[in-house]
């Protein structure tokens, strides 16, 4: 760990010897990529811009979050507003989504970057999200964005030990991928259904769970949870139940397998598997 963790500081230290951008979400990877490389530019005399890419699939207060985090790590903070749903051609959720929209993205940050003179933007792909199935990885490599984390092969429960490390206030909080991932790759996506989806898990972390997913299937809303506070889930279903419903689902379901990270891509990964 601390062989990787020297490599991961002099990749950063390299690229602070010019100003740089960090792809930010307020998550635990790009938070300590924001912090790492603003402790190195403190060094070179150069500056270190986290600029969030606020977008109707990410929920609405990762701006607050963000914007206390790159206080903490004295970078320059920006939000750059983008609408992916009607830019990107993701309106059916094709497949190839996280592709497409990466790339729409990543491409207006490249635009902002260069407006202000910047080159270089890191990104926080880890190691643990290369085993997966992530076709945005194909966009951030096409574009010449860097992913150090990947680079210097660290995990997520690695980048996690070493944000608490370094004191970074979000290093325990959960992943918030965005709200597309909720919803069956084919299925037409709305504003409308992925605010509900964010209402709904919304409040479900206000009764206390960590990890949670709201899978919407038609009018099912199927939960996932980690596996052992299913049982927990259970004792609060009425509650529960009576404050989905009221957003609109017909039928509550719980995934009894738990909360599985990207359990909606077992379709997509089967069918490149078949067309293969």
């Known amino acids: 760990m601390n062989e990787k963790t020297e490599q991961l500081k002099k990749m950063i230290r390299d690229y602070a010897s010019e100003d740089i951008a960090v792809a930010f979400s307020g998550g635990v990877d790009s938070s300590l990529l924001l912090k790492m490389a603003s402790d190195a530019a403190a060094l070179t005399g150069k500056s270190v811009y986290g600029i969030l890419l606020h977008t109707i699939l990410h929920p609405a207060g990762d701006i607050k979050t963000a914007e206390q985090v790159a206080e903490e790590a004295n970078a320059h903070f920006l939000v750059l507003e983008l609408d992916e749903l009607s830019q990107a051609g993701i309106e059916e959720n094709p497949a190839d989504r996280c592709y497409l929209c990466k790339k729409y993205l990543f491409r207006e940050l490249q635009k902002k970057a ?94 206390g769970f960590y990890n949670v997913r709201l899978r919407v299937h038609g009018d099912i809303a199927r939960i996932e949870v980690d596996s052992d506070t299913l049982t927990e889930l259970i004792l609060k279903k009425n509650e529960i139940i009576l404050y989905l419903k009221n957003l609109g689902y017909t039928y509550i379901a719980l995934d009894l397998e738990g909360f599985r990270s990207g359990s909606m891509d077992t379709t997509a990964i089967h069918g490149l598997a078949v067309r293969s």
């Open 114 to 207: 260069a407006s202000l003179g910047i080159h270089t933007i890191l990104e926080g792909t880890n190691r643990d999200d290369l085993r997966a199935y992530r076709p945005g990885i194909r966009a951030v490599r096409e574009l010449g964005i860097r992913s150090p984390l990947a680079d210097a092969s660290f995990t997520k429960a690695e980048i996690r030990s070493l944000a608490e490390e370094y004191g970074i206030s979000v290093s325990g909080r959960p992943s918030t991928p965005c709200l597309a991932t909720r919803f069956p790759y084919g299925s037409r996506l709305s504003y409308e259904a992925m605010r509900k989806v964010e209402d709904g898990e919304a409040f479900l972390r206000g009764l």
